[in-house]
C-alpha cells in the first residue's frame, strides 16, 4: 500500500487479484446497475453476471420465453401441411396417379430401395388422407407430437418413394416436420392444453426453441445464396431463359420478358439469400427484412408458381419477431393490458449446473445442426460442375439455379441372338421422369439396370439358351442453362455391367467452359449502350418446336452412331430401330 498525498493505492499481482476473486461468495461477482426510471416510475434492480460465457450460454438456453409464437407458427404449418395433402385429392387423385402410378417403375435413393409404392392404389389414397388429417391435427394441436411424428414418417416415405419428385421445398417440409416433433408447439392455443393443462399448457417454452428454428432458417437461406455465386447465375442465367416466356403473365408480363429484369432478379436474388438472415436477426433491421421476404416470396409465388415453398417461408419469417407479438397482437386488437411472462436476458443468466435430460437435448440439437450444415459440403468432394454432373445437387439448398434441358434414347443388345434394339424411353417413363432422369446420372444408371432386368426375363422367355446378359447403353445430349448442347453420357459404356451408386461415373463427361462469346453475358462486359433505355432489350424466347426439332436429330444420329459401332463389334447384328411416345 503506497500513499500519496491523498488517495491510497493498492498493488497487487494478478495471482493475488485471482485469489481474492476465488474467495468471494459467487453473489459477490453479480453487478446491479444503476436503477433506470421509465414514465416516472422506479424499476427494480436487475442483478446481472459478467464471465463464464459458455456455461452462462448453456443455461441460458433452458430460461423460459413467451410460448405464443409456437402455437401461432404451429396453426400455419398445419394449415398449410393440410392443404399440400389436399391438393393429391383433387380430380380423383389425378395428382397421385400421375406422380405413381404412370410408369413402369420409379427411381429410388440411395439406402431407401426398400421404400416402394403400394400394389393398391387405395392404399396410397388412404396414406394421403391420412396426411390431411394429421395436417389439421397439428393445426388444432390435437394429440400434436404423435401426429407431428407421424406426419413426418408419412410424409417422409412418399418423398422417398419416387426420386423424380425431388423438390428442395419437399426436403424443407420433411426437415421442419422432424424438428415440429421435438418443439412444443401445443403448450397454448391447443387442444391438448384444454385437455390436459396439468401436462401440457404452459405459457412459456425455453429459449433453445427459438434459436433452433432460426439457425436452421440461417443455414438454408445461406446456403442458397452461395450457391447462386456462380458463372451462370451471375450472366443472368437461368432466369434469363425463364423469363423469356413469361410475356403472358398478367400486369407484369411486359417487364418480366424485358433483360434488365432478368439481370436484376439475378443479382437480388443472390443479395437477398445472403443477407436476409443477418436483417431478420436485428431488430432494427426486422421491418425491411420482413418487407423484403414478404415481395420476394410472393413475386416467386406468381412468377414460377412453386407450390407451397413461399407460404412456409413467410410462415417461418413469425420465428423473428419478438416470442410475444402474438399475445401483443391480440391485446392492441383487444384493448387490453399487456402483461409480458417473466424471462431473462443472457446477462441476467446466473450460470449452473444443467440436468442430463438437458444436456442430452443440447446433444441432440448439436447434431441434427451439425448435420444440416455439413450436408451441403459434400458436392465439395466431387469433381466438375455439380449443375452439370449433379454430384451433391440433391439436399444442398441449390435452388432454382439452373435450366437443364435434355434429350435422351436407349439402346439394347443381345450378343447371343446378335439383336439391338433401339428403344425410346418414353415407353417405360412418364414425361417427369423422362425430363429428370435424362439429366440425373443416379436415374440414368438405375434406368439402365432395370431395363436390362426387363430384357433379360424376355430373352429367358423366349430363348431359354440364351445365356449372355443384355447390354445397354444410353445416349443421353443435355443443354445447361443455355450453354451449347452437348453430349452427357459415353454411349458406349455398357451401363448394366457398370456399378450403381457409385458416383463419380466413368460414363458421364464434363461440361464444356464457356465460350467468351457467352462471357460477354456478364453485366461488367457490356458495351454499356443503354438499348434498356430504347426498348430493346426484349429477352429472346426458344421455340419449342425447335427443341423438338434437335431431340428428333439427335436421336437419329444416336441410331446411325450406334448401328455403325456395333457392325464393327458384330457384322452379324440385327440393328432395329422403334419410335414411340409417352405411355
Given amino acids: 500500500r503506497i500513499k500519496r498525498g491523498g488517495p491510497v493505492y493498492f498493488i497487487m499481482t494478478n495471482t493475488q487479484v485471482r485469489k481474492r476473486k476465488k474467495s468471494q461468495p459467487a453473489s459477490q461477482n453479480a453487478t446491479d446497475p444503476a436503477p433506470k426510471s421509465s414514465k416516472g416510475q422506479k424499476q427494480s434492480k436487475v442483478k446481472t453476471y459478467a464471465g463464464n460465457r459458455i456455461n452462462r450460454g448453456f443455461a441460458y438456453l433452458f430460461e423460459r420465453d413467451d410460448a405464443s409464437y409456437l402455437a401461432v407458427f404451429r396453426i400455419l404449418w398445419g394449415s398449410i401441411m393440410a392443404y399440400e395433402a389436399y391438393t393429391y385429392t383433387l380430380g380423383d387423385f389425378g395428382k397421385m396417379y400421375g406422380s405413381f402410378y404412370s410408369a413402369l417403375f420409379n427411381f429410388k435413393y440411395y439406402g431407401f430401395e426398400w421404400c416402394v409404392v403400394p400394389s393398391d392404389p387405395l392404399h396410397m389414397k388412404a396414406l394421403i388422407v391420412f396426411q390431411l388429417i394429421l395436417g389439421l391435427f397439428i393445426t388444432i394441436g390435437f394429440f400434436y407430437r404423435t401426429s407431428s411424428l407421424l406426419f413426418f414418417l408419412a410424409f417422409s416415405y412418399m418423398y422417398l418413394l419416387e426420386q423424380a419428385m425431388y423438390l428442395n421445398h419437399f426436403y424443407l417440409v420433411c426437415v421442419l416436420s422432424l424438428m415440429m416433433v421435438i418443439l412444443p408447439c401445443n403448450c397454448l392455443f391447443s387442444?391438448?392444453?384444454?385437455?390436459?393443462?396439468?401436462?401440457?399448457?404452459s405459457p412459456t417454452c425455453p429459449k433453445w426453441c427459438l434459436i433452433f428454428v432460426k439457425i436452421e432458417l440461417a443455414v438454408v437461406y445461406t446456403y442458397a445464396g452461395i450457391c447462386k455465386v456462380n458463372e451462370d447465375w451471375l450472366r443472368g442465367e437461368p432466369l434469363r431463359a425463364w423469363l423469356s416466356g413469361r410475356q403472358n403473365t398478367p400486369l407484369i408480363g411486359w417487364l418480366l420478358v424485358k433483360e434488365s429484369t432478368a439481370y436484376f432478379m439475378s443479382y437480388a436474388g443472390v443479395i437477398y439469400d445472403l443477407i436476409i438472415a443477418e436483417l431478420l436477426f436485428w431488430r432494427k433491421t426486422l421491418p425491411l427484412g420482413v418487407m423484403l421476404s414478404l415481395f420476394f416470396h410472393c413475386?416467386?409465388?406468381?412468377?414460377?408458381?412453386?407450390?407451397?415453398?413461399?407460404?412456409?417461408?413467410?410462415?417461418?419469417?413469425?420465428?423473428?419477431?419478438?416470442p410475444d407479438w402474438p399475445?401483443?397482437?391480440?391485446?392492441a386488437i383487444t384493448k387490453k393490458e399487456f402483461v409480458p411472462v417473466e424471462t431473462k436476458s443472457f446477462s441476467e443468466t446466473a450460470p449452473r449446473k444443467l440436468s442430463v435430460l438437458e444436456w442430452l437435448t443440447i446433444a441432440v440439437l448439436v447434431v441434427f445442426l451439425v448435420h444440416q450444415v455439413a450436408t451441403p459440403l459434400r458436392l465439395h468432394t466431387y469433381p466438375g460442375t455439380v449443375g452439370w454432373n449433379e454430384y451433391g445437387h440433391q439436399f444442398s439448398w441449390r435452388m432454382k439455379l439452373r435450366t437443364k434441358k435434355c434429350d435422351a434414347t436407349g439402346m439394347a443388345y443381345n450378343p447371343?441372338?446378335?439383336?439391338?434394339?433401339?428403344?425410346?424411353?418414353?415407353?417405360?417413363?412418364?414425361?417427369r421422369q423422362y425430363r429428370k432422369m435424362a439429366s440425373r446420372p443416379d436415374m440414368i444408371i438405375q434406368f439402365a439396370h432395370n431395363m436390362a432386368d426387363l430384357f433379360n426375363e424376355k430373352a429367358q422367355a423366349q430363348y431359354p439358351n440364351a445365356t449372355s446378359g443384355v447390354e445397354i447403353y444410353i445416349e443421353s445430349w443435355c443443354e445447361l442453362n443455355a450453354r451449347p448442347y452437348q453430349q452427357f453420357t459415353n454411349n458406349t459404356h455398357n451401363l448394366a455391367a457398370a456399378e450403381k451408386w457409385a458416383s463419380p461415373y466413368p460414363w458421364v463427361t464434363e461440361i464444356q467452359p464457356l465460350t467468351e462469346e457467352e462471357k460477354k453475358n456478364y453485366p461488367w462486359n457490356w458495351e454499356w449502350n443503354f438499348n434498356w433505355l430504347k426498348g430493346k432489350d426484349r429477352l429472346p424466347v426458344v421455340k419449342r418446336e425447335d427443341m423438338e426439332r434437335r431431340a428428333r436429330q439427335m436421336k437419329q444420329n444416336a441410331a446411325t452412331k450406334w448401328s455403325d459401332w456395333l457392325l464393327r463389334r458384330d457384322p452379324l447384328v440385327d440393328f432395329e430401330v422403334v419410335d414411340g411416345a409417352h405411355k
Avoid at 327 to 331: E, G, L
Avoid at 417 to 424: D, G, I, N
Fill in 416 to 431: 447371343d441372338l446378335h439383336h439391338a434394339y433401339q428403344f425410346p424411353l418414353e415407353q417405360f417413363l412418364n414425361r
Fill in 327 to 331: 399475445r401483443r397482437v391480440y391485446a
Fill in 299 to 322: 413475386a416467386n409465388k406468381v412468377v414460377f408458381n412453386i407450390g407451397i415453398f413461399p407460404w412456409m417461408m413467410i410462415a417461418s419469417t413469425t420465428f423473428y419477431f419478438t
Fill in 191 to 201: 387442444v391438448d392444453a384444454y385437455l390436459w393443462p396439468d401436462r401440457v399448457y
